[in-house]
């Protein structure tokens, strides 16, 4: 179970972050850490970070979210992240962070869809 302010929650293979509080360093660090003993401890093989309740992102953040993905990934868990704002998503281009090789979408329906189409293909 995680310890930090985020809940991370298990539906089928997946697990679901849903950042519904403003993010700082010690609190994103804190997550990241969450997220990735979440991965090993269920066996997850995907990952999904709703972001729609963030007004902004810095810097760090952005970066964090990026690495926590990327982490994932060599843990065999693919990420999306969902729910970008257009005013976040535009400051993360002015700061030079497209987030190549992370999946993105706009619902939360979408991210679903993308886990669920990324399992199928890795079976086939």
Same mark, same amino acid.
Not at 5 to 11: A, E, R, S, V, Y
């Given at each position: 179970m995680t310890s930090g302010?985020?809940? %991370?929650?298990? %539906?089928g293979s997946t697990l679901l972050a849903t950042i519904q509080i403003e993010l700082h360093d010690t609190i994103v660090d804190s997550?990241?850490?969450?997220? +990735?003993e979440e991965i090993e401890r269920t066996g997850a093989n995907? +990952?999904?970070?709703? %972001?729609?309740?963030? =007004? !902004?992102? &810095?810097?760090?953040?952005?970066?964090?979210?990026?690495?926590t993905a990327k982490m994932a990934k060599l843990m065999g868990a693919g990420t999306v992240i969902v729910g970008m704002r257009p005013a976040v998503a535009a !400051?993360?281009?002015r700061m030079g962070y497209f987030? &190549?090789? %992370?999946?993105t979408a706009l619902s939360? =329906?979408?991210?679903? =869809? +993308?886990?669920?189409?990324r399992l199928k293909s890795n079976t086939e």
């Open positions: 302010p985020i809940p %991370i929650l298990k %539906i997550f990241q850490n969450d997220a +990735l995907g +990952l999904i970070i709703d %972001i729609s309740a963030l =007004e !902004t992102v &810095d810097s760090y953040v952005a970066r964090m979210l990026a690495n !400051t993360l281009v987030m &190549d090789g %992370i999946q939360l =329906e979408e991210g679903l =869809e +993308l886990q669920a189409s």
